[in-house]
């Protein structure tokens, strides 16, 4: 079992920043890279930002150069820091952590955290 505890987001202006944390708890041992995610109303969920392998970084095409994903080993934590915010990020962030196939369950997602940016 893994738990994700996420805190941050709320208001912004277009143009300003936010940071969302994720702490992970649980079976962290096996934990695969983490990633956070959006969803905004009316629309799938969609990835943001992740960690692949080793300390390689993968970001949506919207957020390249505006967000950045880094950790916090020691503290079992994942930030996304958001500059340059814009109305289009708007949406509920998730945080995601998977565990390898073999276990079950293996996907585990954070309780969400609004963002909303106003024009």
């Known amino acids: 079992q893994v738990q994700l505890v996420e805190s941050g987001g709320g208001l912004a202006q277009a143009g300003g920043s936010l940071r969302l944390s994720c702490a992970a708890s649980?079976?962290?041992?096996?934990?695969?890279?983490m990633g956070w995610y959006h969803q905004a109303p009316g629309k799938q969920r969609e990835l943001v930002a992740t960690f692949t392998s080793g300390d390689s970084r993968d970001y949506a095409d919207s957020v390249k150069g505006r967000f950045t994903i880094s950790r916090d080993n020691a503290k079992n934590t994942v930030y996304l820091q958001m500059n340059s915010l814009k109305p289009e990020d708007t949406a509920v962030y998730y945080c995601?952590?998977?565990?390898?196939?073999?276990?079950?369950?293996?996907?585990?997602w954070g309780q969400g955290t609004q963002v909303t940016v106003s024009s």
């Open positions: 995601n952590a998977k565990l390898p196939a073999y276990y079950s369950p293996n996907n585990y």
């Open positions: 649980g079976n962290i041992v096996s934990l695969k890279p």
